[in-house]
């Protein structure tokens, strides 16, 4: 047993060949299964393939399992927010054999999103395409999923109370509207529990949402290596390198000058 599982450990964290294979396949499955939930949600919502839902509930349920197994405290590992997010997500997609609300399951699916994260981890390793462009992919990932993730809270907490969002695509709808400022005023809260979740997407949302779109057409860093220590990122007005205190000379067009 305790051959299998040095096994199934160099599968999940070893340098061969195969482990490297095994987890590109790995990653690639996070990818389709967080583009299938976010399609489901948003566009397929008359269509629902069951077999497809169990096999991907089978794979995530044996890579949870497989990740306990090779852990080295289990129990920590089960209260993860990202375990706990895979688990629910698991469950919901068994669940539709015996709950009708398919709607609620493809909402709760959205959890998948916080696997974005250990994707990133994953690539920030194995590409150096991905590690030259880290900080504009990292603002783009988070900005996704707190939209995503704010539409399903909007859309569970409204779908049997307020009449105007009726699907997850009205409550997207009304979240990218409130996030941007337009607020067409087509769908509104009429409840205290939506005025309330407005009012903190206003405070908190927009704040966050032009933060990250600003990082993602104009990054808060650049990249110059400094001749003497060697670091290669450095703030868009620097005029000393912050390890080494080298006058450094970053080429501009005077934007931020």
Not at 107 to 130: A, D, I, Q, T
Not at 170 to 197: C, S
Not at 243 to 252: A, E, L, N, Q, Y
């Amino acid at each position: 047993m305790k051959e299998f599982r040095n096994g199934i450990k160099r599968l999940y964290f070893g340098p061969s060949t195969p482990a490297r294979v095994f987890r590109f396949a790995l990653l690639g499955f996070d990818l389709v299964t967080i583009s299938y939930f976010i399609i489901s949600a948003t566009v397929w919502t008359d269509i629902h393939h069951f077999w497809l839902d169990y096999s991907i509930g089978a794979v995530l349920t044996l890579d949870y399992i497989a990740r306990l197994y090779i852990s080295p405290r289990p129990l920590r590992a089960m209260t993860d927010a990202t375990a706990i997010a895979d688990l629910i997500v698991i469950f919901s997609l068994f669940a539709a054999t015996f709950l009708d609300n398919l709607g609620f399951l493809r909402v709760v699916r959205m959890l998948r999103l916080l696997r974005s994260y250990h994707v990133l981890k994953e690539l920030r390793g194995m590409s150096s395409w991905f590690r030259r462009n880290e900080e504009i992919i990292q603002s783009a990932t988070n900005l996704l999923v707190f939209i995503f993730l704010i539409t399903a809270v909007v859309f569970v907490l409204e779908e049997d109370i307020n009449p105007k969002i009726n699907s997850y695509m009205d409550a997207l709808y009304f979240t990218v509207t409130t996030l941007t400022t337009t607020g067409f005023g087509d769908i509104i809260m009429t409840d205290t529990v939506g005025r309330f979740i407005t009012i903190l997407i206003m405070i908190f949302g927009v704040a966050l949402f032009l933060r990250l779109i600003q990082t993602i057409f104009r990054p808060t860093k650049v990249k110059y290596t400094c001749p003497d220590c060697g670091l290669n990122r450095h703030d868009l007005d620097a005029v000393h390198c912050k390890h080494c205190g080298r006058t450094i000379h970053i080429p501009t067009e005077g934007e931020w000058q």
